[in-house]
């Protein structure tokens, strides 16, 4: 090998060993640095810590008060657990202080401070390392925190002097003394503990319920004051005086009318259909603490998965190796198993270990031992180690150098493994380069593809750097246009142009906490529902953020808390299933809706306009009579049969509102002629007084138009049901009794009668007016089919043209330009991406031939 090989090698290994992991920019303010200058054996004196805490405050992160009791009366669900950054009982540091090694409580340590840090200690605050031990002396060893539950990094970070170590990380090798740069919520858990209490949105969920509510509301309350003034003036012509008897009396009928009109029971059936499905969700291992995230999940469309642990394993194995002619994977796993030292808690050692142990086939230390070998009367040596050292170690190997780079290339860590020849303890000869990589989960893969099948993008989300996020992305079967965390900041970029960004990335790689919440943000400002998984402290304020957080298996508290929905179950495949289910909910929820509003639309038109114009009025009893009865019978369509759309769902409140209306006006036109069907074609009199001979029809024209406003609007909602013809989904079983059922007892209290409340019509009446209603279901149905084809958002700007559809109109027809203009650039790189690794793959396959 040369010297120029030899140098290649050695910075391509230590530009891997020094980048593997993520390093966050500390900047520290000028007049905070000035107070880190602490003398390290002696430390701040009781005098300088008091002035601090003054200034800077207890080392914790506050917890936002809220009132329990406000807090259960404003939400109709159960309270939810909140993230503690800090422990109950309080953590213990050892500090200089007075030029004594004391220990104190950590939450009263403040910037300037030193504090030694050794192996398994919980790091209390944020702090840069001074390289030297308690003692004074230089550090023997660099530290390895576990700084996993921060970044989502696979592996211990290496620590040296002058690197800054981070609050609620753990030191897993080694021991220095470090000065305390920043405590409290100005740490780097700190910023993420703050994303997530300053992320407190309305759910996408409730925005849609108020937006329907507050439709129904408003065309009710304008209505029913319309007709509260009307009926007072009509008072005041009958009698020719008006006192408070008459205004009791009118307000009463408004009331009666405003209470059946307006769809109380809406948020009962909506929350019973989601309980249902999240008692189906629950016995699929997916448990939902927040409710209404059960119908969100069916409109996300972009699922943000971290990739440590959810995606991968979390867990080093062995890849595909490099071997020298004549030997084979066997041989290396076993001279490596030699080499490992054993007992160490060391995650390349446990890889190189356990592959060993179940013969399948990095510390960047040199380990060696000496084997004899009785059976063969032979001792030898064998070495592992970082590939540049072994390299030097056997004099140099052009074609492992090579081979190095390759690896490195593709993000895998690489090992090297070398014995002595057979004869000699001091030559020594190569065996080949172990490769190690957190592989994903078997069903990861498979995971992805079913979401892409349902318009669910996936984006992989990790701190780990950019090479090996590309590598894992390669074996997902996903694309390898991962961005680096760093286009996210781009002081340049608009963030119109960081969202589009996003939005064709398949995933980003070296993120902190900031970069995973603002990736959520700018998916969001492009109007996308987003889903996010995670399981550390790391992903909370992301999981916060998105409109459904989904904490995984074994995931921290702090993601938990943070979380909508917790997986019980390893990996995503749960997801799946949960997609699917929130689906089907999501269709009988806007079946529901659908419904309710076009029932409400009738039951406004067609009592505002026979009350102006024929001043004909039904019975208060009756109108309570159809609120009660209908709205409890749609409570089974939690457990109704649902049209799973393939693609994500999304509430269109404007078609919603528009379809209803025109239903509700063909409902009305059929009521409207049910009534002069039977005033002038069966001489039914629409009002009470009536000479004695006719007495037998008293009262019989409030029956008939009860059941026809019962049971017309009632029918429909096996039509609202989907989105094409009645018969392409049928209803399930149960459904369909419980409607039929209510509008059967509807149908015989009208026939037989009820006392003085309800006047018999008899079987022709009744049982016509059952079947009219079945027959003009069918008709409505092929309205809504035929209004589902023809609709489309550039239809209603031109029907409705305001100014805010038009504005809307012009960006998505400029987004789906830039879209357009962006994917080819994207497509473009993943050509070229593609062509890269299939010519690496080449390149290996051939040298394995050779």
């Not at 390349?348 to 510390?363: D, F, H, L, P």
Request: glycine share 6%; net charge neutral; with cysteine.
């Amino acid at each position: 090998m040369t010297v120029d090989e030899k140098k290649g090698l050695d910075e391509k290994a230590t530009e891997f060993e020094d980048h593997h992991h993520v390093e966050v920019a500390e900047e520290l303010a000028p007049e905070l640095e000035a107070l880190l200058h602490t003398e390290p054996l002696k430390g701040l004196t009781n005098a300088e810590v008091e002035e601090r805490l003054a200034q800077f405050g207890l080392n914790e992160i506050s917890e936002k008060k809220t009132n329990p009791f406000l807090k259960f009366l404003s939400s109709p669900r159960p309270m939810q657990p909140w993230m503690r950054s800090r422990t109950r009982s309080p953590l213990k540091s050892r500090v200089f202080r007075d030029g004594q090694l004391i220990e104190v409580e950590s939450n009263t340590l403040v910037p300037g401070d030193v504090i030694a840090v050794r192996l398994g200690d919980i790091i209390p605050a944020d702090a840069r390392l001074l390289g030297i031990g308690v003692d004074g002396s230089n550090a023997e060893v660099n530290l390895q925190v576990d700084q996993s539950a921060l970044t989502g990094e696979s592996l211990p970070v290496e620590k040296k002097k002058g690197d800054t170590i981070y609050s609620s990380s753990i030191c897993k090798q080694g021991q220095m003394l470090a000065v305390v740069t920043k405590t409290g919520a100005n740490t780097f858990i700190g910023r993420a503990a703050n994303l997530i209490s300053i992320t407190n949105e309305q759910g996408h969920f409730q925005k849609i319920i108020n937006q329907i509510g507050n439709f129904l509301v408003i065309i009710t309350v304008t209505m029913v004051i319309i007709l509260f003034i009307y009926l007072l003036l009509r008072k005041r012509s009958d009698l020719g005086y008006l006192d408070k008897d008459a205004v009791f009396e009118v307000l009463r009928d408004v009331l009666v009318l405003t209470v059946a009109a307006i769809p109380v029971g809406l948020p009962t059936v909506m929350s019973v259909t989601m309980a249902v499905g999240a008692k189906q969700l629950a016995a699929k291992q997916v448990i939902v603490k927040r409710l209404t995230a059960v119908e969100e999940m069916a409109s996300v469309s972009v699922l943000c998965s971290d990739k440590t642990g959810t995606l991968t394993l979390n867990k080093l194995t062995f890849d595909e190796p490099y071997l020298k002619p004549g030997f084979t994977k066997e041989d290396l796993l076993l001279y490596s198993y030699l080499a490992s030292e054993p007992g160490a808690n060391d995650p390349i050692e446990m890889a190189v270990r356990t592959a060993a142990k179940e013969g399948r086939a990095s510390a960047v230390r040199l380990t060696q031992a000496t084997v004899i070998d009785h059976n063969a009367s032979e001792t030898f040596k064998v070495a592992k180690g970082a590939p540049q050292v072994i390299v030097k170690l056997v004099g140099g190997d052009n074609e492992a150098t090579h081979a190095v780079n390759m690896l490195a290339r593709r993000g895998l860590r690489a090992l090297g493994v070398a014995r002595t020849v057979p004869g000699s303890l001091d030559e020594w000869q190569l065996i080949g380069m172990i490769s190690l990589l957190d592989p994903p989960r078997p069903d990861s893969g498979e995971t992805i593809r079913r979401c892409e099948e349902m318009g669910v993008v996936v984006k992989m989300v990790t701190g780990d750097q950019l090479i090996i996020a590309k590598e894992v992305a390669h074996r997902l079967g996903m694309q390898r246009a991962i961005l680096d965390a760093n286009s996210l900041t781009d002081p340049e970029a608009t963030d119109a142009q960081l969202a589009d960004r996003c939005l064709h990335a398949d995933g980003f790689a070296q993120v902190i906490p900031e970069h995973k919440y603002r990736v959520v943000e700018l998916l969001q400002s492009k109007g996308l529902l987003v889903g996010m998984t995670g399981d550390g402290v790391n992903d909370a304020p992301a999981l916060k953020k998105a409109n459904v957080g989904i904490a995984v298996h074994d995931c921290t508290d702090a993601a938990r808390s943070a979380a909508d929905i917790v997986l019980l179950a390893p990996g995503l495949s749960t997801i799946v299933d949960g997609i699917l289910t929130s689906r089907a909910i999501f269709q009988r929820m806007r079946s529901y809706a659908l419904y309710r509003i076009t029932s409400t639309v009738h039951f406004l038109i067609f009592f505002f306009i026979i009350t102006l114009v024929f001043r004909w009025q039904m019975k208060a009893v009756l109108l309570i009579l159809i609120a009660v009865l209908n709205d409890c019978a749609t409570l089974v369509i939690a457990v109704d049969n649902a049209q799973i759309s393939r693609r994500p769902d999304k509430w269109r409140i404007g078609q919603l509102i528009t379809m209803s209306v025109v239903l509700g006006c063909f409902l009305t036109i059929l009521t409207f002629s049910v009534y002069f069907v039977a005033r002038d074609g069966f001489n039914v009199p629409p009002d009470e007084n009536i000479s004695p001979e006719d007495d037998h029809h008293i009262g019989k024209m409030q029956t008939i138009i009860y059941l026809n406003v019962s049971s017309a609007p009632h029918f429909t909602i096996f039509s609202t049901r989907l989105g094409g013809f009645f018969w392409e989904n049928l209803p399930s079983i149960t459904f369909t009794a419980a409607i039929l059922a209510t509008q059967i007892f509807a149908m015989f209290i009208s026939i037989f009668g009820i006392g003085d409340f309800i006047i018999a019509i008899g079987w022709g009446w009744g049982v016509s007016l059952i079947c009219l209603s079945l027959a003009y279901f069918v008709l409505l149905d092929a309205v809504k089919v035929f209004m589902f084809r023809i609709w489309s958002f550039e239809l209603t700007v031109k029907l409705w043209p305001t100014r805010a559809r038009r504005e809307k109109l012009v960006q998505k027809r400029e987004r789906r330009a830039i879209e357009a203009r962006v994917g080819k650039n994207i497509e473009k790189v993943r050509k070229v991406s593609r062509a890269i690794y299939a010519a690496q793959a080449f390149e290996q396959a051939a040298q394995k031939a050779f």
